[in-house]
């Protein structure tokens, strides 16, 4: 990896685990990182802004843009498309940090577009707590937060494919984790 090219952070995890939240911290600590806002066909939950946590576009929109090629990786779940636009991470990695949200399948294809990227699997401290946080949340009814847990053993099940599994239990030791991890492949 040359010099002054940033560095690639993929962060998975299962539905919950606070990957949001975690991601929101590393932003406000890493300066050189930006986050790559993924398009969805999902709808928007409750306080989320387009082009914030999402761009909500319609299944036909993006049908047409994996037609064009703009889409670095996408996979189909929960029902709903969700992909990373490839323009920005292009252009953005040239002098940034770039960090993608993605699930295990977009990971998976990820490295091996770049191999170099560095990717991150947070997991729960444990079950129990995993459910408590998704309640907690609130934005999801009984079934969904259901399909949320059965897709939480499918990614879990990937974790051997990530350099790192970090343990989501305090947020801010694992905001410092993962800063020092950061680092570490920063001096290569
Ligand atoms: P995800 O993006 O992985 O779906 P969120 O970031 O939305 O998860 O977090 C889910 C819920 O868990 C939120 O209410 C968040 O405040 C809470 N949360 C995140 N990390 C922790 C933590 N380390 N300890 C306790 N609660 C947490
Ligand atoms: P949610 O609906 O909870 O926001 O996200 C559901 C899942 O989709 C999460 O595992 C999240 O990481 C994943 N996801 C979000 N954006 C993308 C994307 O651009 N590509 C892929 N492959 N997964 C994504």
């Known amino acids: 990896m040359s010099k002054n090219k940033g560095i690639l952070i993929v962060v998975s995890g299962p539905s919950g685990v606070g990957k949001g939240t975690v991601v929101d911290m590393l932003l406000k600590k890493l300066p050189r990182a930006v986050l790559s806002v993924s398009c969805t066909t999902r709808a928007?939950?409750?306080?989320e802004q387009n082009g914030k946590s999402y761009f909500f576009i319609s299944k036909q929109a993006f049908l047409k843009m994996i037609d064009e090629g703009g889409f670095l990786e996408y996979s189909n779940h929960f029902e709903?498309?969700?992909?990373?636009?490839?323009?920005f991470v292009e252009e953005k990695l040239k002098d940034s940090d770039v960090i993608l949200e993605i699930d295990v399948d977009g990971a998976e294809n990820v490295k091996k577009l770049y191999p170099d990227a560095l990717l991150?699997?947070?997991?729960?401290?444990?079950?129990?707590?995993?459910?408590?946080?998704l309640k907690m949340r609130g934005t999801e009814d009984e079934t969904l937060i259901q399909h949320r847990l059965e897709r939480a053993d499918y990614e879990l099940s990937k974790s051997k494919i990530y350099d790192y599994?970090?343990?989501?239990?305090?947020?801010?030791?694992?905001?410092?984790?993962?800063?020092?991890?950061?680092?570490?492949?920063?001096?290569g």
């Open 120 to 133: 991150l699997m947070i997991t729960p401290p444990s079950k129990d707590e995993l459910i408590r946080r």
């Open 44 to 47: 928007p939950r409750e306080g």
């Open 80 to 87: 709903n498309y969700y992909g990373t636009p490839r323009f």
């Open 165 to 187: 599994t970090v343990i989501n239990d305090d947020l801010n030791q694992t905001v410092d984790n993962i800063l020092k991890i950061v680092e570490t492949r920063r001096k």
